[in-house]
C-alpha cells in the first residue's frame, strides 16, 4: 500500500488539482473585471442623469417665470441668456436660453429654452423644451368672495 514518490507524481491525477485552480482564478478576475466596468459605467450614466434631471428642472423653472412675467408685463417677454447657479455637490457648469418668438395669434408666444452643459467626456449636451406664453390681463381678472 506504500505508494513510492515516482508513481504519486505520475498518476493519472497528479497537476489537475492545479489547472483547475487557475483556471477557478481566471474566471473569478474575468468576473470582478466585468464588475468593475459594470460599476463604472453605472456611475457614468447615474451622474449624466442626475445633470439632465437639474438641466430639465432649470428649463421648467425658466418657463414658469416667462409665464408669470406674461402675466404682468407681456409686452416685456423676450429673449436671454444666463449661468444659473448649480445645487450643492452638482459642480456642472449650466448654460440657460431662451428664444421667445409671436405665434399665430397675438394672445400667446412660443419659447423655447435650452440647457446646456458639457458632459465628463467634454462633450457638448443639451436639453430644450418648448411651451406656450399667454398673455392675460389681470385687471380683467375677475375675482369672486364666497362668504364662509
Sequence with gaps: MNMNLNQACHSPQGGMFLIE???????LGAGLLALGKFQGDLHTSNTLARSRTHALNLSREMIDRL??????????????????VAPPGEYTVFTRSW???ASG????????VTVSWTDHEGQPV???QTS???E?????????VVPL
Design 136 to 144: 392675460e390681463d389681470l385687471s380683467k381678472l375677475k375675482v369672486f
Design 67 to 84: 409665464r408669470f412675467q406674461g402675466r404682468n408685463d407681456y409686452s416685456n417677454v423676450i429673449s436671454g441668456s444666463d449661468l444659473p
Design 99 to 101: 428664444t421667445v418668438m
Design 126 to 128: 443639451s436639453v430644450s
Design 132 to 134: 406656450m406664453i399667454k
Design 105 to 112: 395669434s397675438p394672445a400667446y408666444k412660443t419659447a423655447r
Design 21 to 27: 485552480l487557475m483556471i477557478a482564478m481566471v474566471v
